[in-house]
C-alpha cells in the first residue's frame, strides 16, 4: 500500500496508483488513476486529477484543480498552478466516428524547473523548456524555450526567466546574483 512507502493520502483523496514515491502528498478530492507515475516529495493539491499514463518527476507541486492527462510529462521541480489546464488531443470529438483515442494524442512535455501559472492551458504536443515561466491565463500553443517567459492568448515569449523566476532585464544578469548569455536563440546560464 502507499501509505507503506511514506505517502500521505488524505481520508478523501483517491490513489490507484502503486508508482508514488516516498513524501509525497496527495490531498482531498484528488485522484490518482492506476499507472500513473508520481515521483518522490510532490504535493497533489484538493481537487486534482492524474490519469494513468501521466508521468511527475520528483518534487513536483500541482495546486489545486490541476487535471493531468495521459501522455504529459513532469519532469523535476515543477510549479503548476491552480485550475492550470492540460490538453492530449487537438481534436476532441465524443461521436465514435470521429474520435482519434490513444493513438490520436500528442505528448506533452515540462522540462526541470518550469513554472505554470493559474489558468494557464498548455496545448498538447509543445514542450516547455527547462527553468520556462508561463504566467497565468497564458495558452501555450508552441513550444517554450529553455528560460523563457511567455504571456497572453496566444502565449508570445516577453523576456527570460531567472531560476529564482524573477524577469531577467536586458543585462541578462539577475538581482540574486545568476548570470545568463546569449547563444543563438538560446539562453545560458554562466558559470
Not at 104 to 124: D, K, L, M, Q, Y
Request: with cysteine; glycine share 14%.
Amino acid at each position: 500500500m502507499p501509505e507503506e512507502k511514506g505517502v500521505f493520502v488524505h481520508p478523501l483523496g483517491i490513489n490507484e496508483s502503486e508508482n508514488v514515491g516516498e513524501g509525497t502528498r496527495i490531498w482531498a478530492f484528488a485522484h490518482l488513476m492506476k499507472g500513473a507515475r508520481v515521483g518522490r516529495g510532490c504535493n497533489i493539491g484538493e481537487g486534482c486529477f492524474v490519469e494513468g499514463g501521466a508521468i511527475l518527476g520528483d518534487h513536483v507541486t500541482v495546486k489545486n484543480g490541476v487535471a493531468i492527462w495521459d501522455r504529459v510529462t513532469i519532469e523535476d521541480h515543477v510549479f503548476v498552478g491552480p485550475y492550470a489546464v492540460f490538453t492530449n488531443d487537438r481534436i476532441p470529438r465524443s461521436h465514435p466516428d470521429y474520435r482519434t483515442g490513444p493513438k490520436g494524442w500528442e505528448p506533452t512535455f515540462v522540462r526541470h524547473g518550469a513554472s505554470i501559472g493559474a489558468n494557464a492551458t498548455i496545448v498538447c504536443g509543445i514542450t516547455l523548456g527547462t527553468w520556462a515561466f508561463v504566467a497565468a491565463g497564458a495558452v501555450v500553443i508552441r513550444d517554450v524555450p529553455d528560460f523563457g517567459m511567455v504571456v497572453g492568448n496566444p502565449a508570445r515569449r516577453i523576456g527570460w526567466a531567472c531560476k529564482c523566476g524573477r524577469r531577467l532585464p536586458e543585462s541578462l544578469q539577475c538581482v540574486c546574483g545568476l548570470r545568463y548569455a546569449l547563444d543563438g536563440a538560446c539562453l545560458v546560464q554562466e558559470a
